[in-house]
């Protein structure tokens, strides 16, 4: 009985014309941890560098003498190239397999490093950084795919919980290494740093990693590849750069939202030729026929876009009202980066002995209740530690979510579409993510705009009759821009320091009512992603079928 049920369990193809083998049966590598390891390695570097550009925008600005906007690019042209192209290099893994592609964008973003690291321009510098987010680009779901390939099913919890510490490590370890970098060593070293990393990584995979594949693809969608990419670059470009526009007109008659609706109206045509078309398709629409990939899908984007904001208001309220150093910033969210991967590690356990949907669903709970913590503690004069009770909750709660989120989304994926699901799973959380950006953002400032209007007119009354009505306006030019009211120049010093205080108050309890309010709604959203999570499929333990 037991025989005939692992026969029948067993997916029918491979690769075509070659029975597979399940990894418990007849795994590819003997060492699927030390795989996996150098796996993360990569792509640890290439989320790490990320977000360790951010801290550097004020010395870009000096160093190449950029413009604010060019600066922004430089952040922005890596996440855009890297979003827009996940679907497409995840199902050219499956065609050429994982190992080629992860070794190809290690390659790819170690040279675009040193590109970046001689920078001797603003342009130069953008250019590099779109060659990294292709790098990052062609590394990053073949992580996700050699999951599937290498680890039987009953171990894939602790391997995506390897995977989900990682990817809750790197963006809070970034400040931190950021900071120290720029202090000690200048900001070409944030991309210099790269190249001994991804030449060892590069190394490793050529000795120890063996080829992984998930199926032939005979051919390659060219136009689904165009379609995809288009599509996914409008909907993208314009949300990065809706809230530098206003929301408005970039050029003539194009604006921000024609250039979304144009996006989205491309996918719309990338979907119905997928459907309509003979032979392997880009993304196989049979992937959305398993119900814990689609829900997986949908919790994954709800997730991101509750969760992606959250780092970037508490840095900027760290930042901003408490007055606290980047390299201190870093540090005060350090503690929510090792609870997220010890917390990662543990629910991979878990998700594997008991279920990923109860552990998802408890993690992203949990995660609401902790935002909701910090809301209660962060006021205006409030000090870090404070806040530790919130940010310790988040971190246990972030870590969680990510393991079992990825492991309840790819159950159930045959190994032979493992590249294309990893693709189409990892672009929908990046476009939550960017969408959570921008709503946050726009939520953030709108109330703030709000907020300091009417914080400014009641401190107004504060100051000499003099100084009270531009003080007022003052603030409203500044409301939006994160950051008190300018000092005018020519007041006399007991007068600049009564207006820069009345401001910094003004400012401080209106940002925080504009905090409050986003870091609500991303609670709101995490807990919808909650209750979605009863919509999940159940899947036995792995200890129970096994018995």
């Not at 693709?423 to 907020?451: D, I």
């Amino acid at each position: 009985m037991a025989e005939r049920v692992r026969r029948r369990s067993a997916p029918s193809t491979l690769r075509s014309g070659a029975p597979e083998s399940t990894p418990a049966e007849n795994p590819p590598t003997p060492r699927p941890w030390l795989v996996l390891g150098i796996f993360c390695a990569g792509f640890f570097m290439a989320l790490l560098d990320g977000t360790v550009v951010n801290i550097a925008v004020p010395t870009l600005i000096e160093g190449l003498g950029a413009s604010y906007d060019q600066v922004l690019w430089v952040v922005d042209a890596y996440l855009l190239v890297f979003s827009v192209l996940l679907i497409t290099t995840g199902r050219l893994g499956d065609g050429f397999g994982y190992r080629r592609l992860f070794l190809a964008g290690i390659v790819t973003f170690t040279v675009a490093s040193a590109l970046c690291g001689f920078a001797g321009s603003p342009e130069q510098l953008i250019a590099g950084r779109v060659l990294q987010g292709l790098g990052a680009a062609l590394l990053f779901p073949q992580v996700i795919s050699s999951i599937l390939a290498i680890f039987p099913p009953q171990q894939r919890g602790k391997a995506f919980g390897v995977f989900g510490a990682i990817a809750g490590l790197a963006p809070i370890l970034g400040p931190i290494a950021g900071g120290f970098v720029l202090a000690h060593l200048g900001w070409r070293w944030i991309f210099f740093i790269n190249l001994p990393i991804g030449v060892i990584t590069a190394v490793l995979v050529l000795v120890f990693v063996p080829e992984l594949r998930g199926g032939r693809v005979r051919g390659i969608d060219l136009t689904g590849v165009v379609l995809a990419t288009a599509g996914l670059t409008g909907v993208v470009f314009g949300l990065i750069e809706g809230p530098r526009y206003g929301w408005g007109t970039i050029a003539g008659p194009v604006g921000i939202t024609s250039v979304v609706v144009g996006g989205v109206a491309l996918l719309v045509l990338f979907v119905l030729w997928q459907h309509n078309r003979p032979g392997e398709p880009l993304m196989p629409l049979e992937l959305f026929t398993g119900r814990n990939f689609a829900v997986g899908n949908w919790i994954g984007f709800a997730f991101q876009l509750g969760m992606i904001g959250i780092a970037f208001v508490l840095v900027l309220y760290l930042q901003v009202v408490l007055g606290l150093t980047a390299l201190e910033t870093g540090f005060v969210l350090l503690p929510n980066a090792v609870l997220t991967a010890i917390g990662s590690a543990c629910a991979g356990r878990l998700a594997d002995e008991f279920g990923g949907r109860s552990v998802l669903a408890l993690g992203m709970a949990l995660l609401a209740a902790g935002l909701v913590v910090v809301v209660a503690t962060a006021g205006p004069d409030s000090s870090a530690w404070q806040l530790l009770p919130g940010l310790l909750i988040i971190g246990i709660a972030s870590g969680a979510t990510f393991a079992p989120l990825q492991q309840v989304t790819m159950d159930g994926v045959d190994p032979a579409l493992a590249g294309a699901a990893s693709g189409v799973s990892s672009t929908t959380r990046q476009v939550g993510g960017v969408l959570g950006t921008a709503v946050l953002g726009a939520v953030l400032a709108a109330v703030l705009n709000a907020s300091l209007r009417s914080e400014a007119t009641v401190r107004a009354a504060q100051l000499p009759e003099g100084l009270r009505e531009q003080f007022v306006a003052s603030a409203t030019a500044r409301a939006g821009r994160f950051g008190p009211p300018a000092v005018p120049n020519g007041l006399l010093p007991a007068d600049a320091a009564a207006f820069a205080e009345a401001g910094r108050e003004a400012f401080a309890v209106a940002f925080v009512t504009a905090m409050d309010v986003a870091l609500l709604s991303s609670a709101a959203v995490l807990v919808l992603a909650a209750l979605c999570c009863a919509l999940l499929k159940a899947r036995e333990p792995e200890r129970a079928a096994a018995e």
